[in-house]
């Protein structure tokens, strides 16, 4: 995912046009808190990342009851998680591998949608749009299914790049449309199996 927003974001800052000044003097600013932030939680992770927030919160007085009664299974989260670096390093970069193909599969989903639709829109905007899906989610987590939220959030990035809004949202309806479909496909396959 940061692999993704990264890309995306330092590819529109230097390559896209249009790109608005807000949005060009906002983008390294973003990307210099989401270094710091990735790099702070890569060090943590080696010494333990979940049982070291827990004990963090306990000693900021948050939710102390809380992070009292799960520490236990933090830790033993964390070693399971240093076990996976240590020992499984084949398993790491083959779900790594599969991970990115992922990614970059949703990039030429939108890419091939945004295309079909009009000339203008370019494999660049794919990945810009790809890019943002995440920080859309991570910012509106509590708005269920995100309904409304990416559709808005595609629409207003696309004008602000000079192309029609509506395009955001047909994209990101045939979106759903897929992932509905892969779904249903999904239980039925599930159903048969039982």
Not at 9 to 21: E, I, M, Q, S
Not at 119 to 124: C, D, K, R, S
Not at 151 to 166: D, K, M, R, V
Not at 174 to 188: D, E, N
Request: with cysteine.
């Amino acid at each position: 995912i940061v692999a993704t927003i990264f890309a995306a974001f330092v590819t529109a800052l230097f390559t896209l046009p249009n790109l608005p000044r807000g949005v060009a003097i906002g983008i390294p600013i973003f990307l210099f808190i989401c270094s710091g932030a990735i790099l702070f939680f890569l060090i943590r992770q080696q010494k333990g990342l979940f049982s070291s927030l827990l004990r963090l919160a306990k000693r900021l007085r948050i939710a102390t009851h809380l992070a009292a009664k799960h520490l236990p299974q933090a830790e033993e989260l964390d070693k399971q998680v240093l076990s996976l670096y240590q020992k499984s390093h084949t398993i790491f970069w083959e779900v790594l591998f599969f991970h990115l193909a992922g990614r970059f599969l949703g990039i030429v989903e939108v890419y091939l949608i945004g295309a079909s639709i009009t000339a203008e829109f370019t494999f660049l905007f794919a990945l810009f749009l790809a890019g943002l899906a995440p920080v859309i989610r991570l910012l509106f987590t509590f708005v269920p299914g995100l309904f409304g939220v990416l559709e808005g959030a595609y629409s207003g990035a696309l004008y602000l790049l000079g192309l029609e809004p509506t395009l955001g949202v047909t994209i990101q309806l045939v979106k759903r449309i897929r992932a509905t479909l892969w779904y249903i496909f999904g239980m039925c396959v599930i159903s048969l199996n039982r």
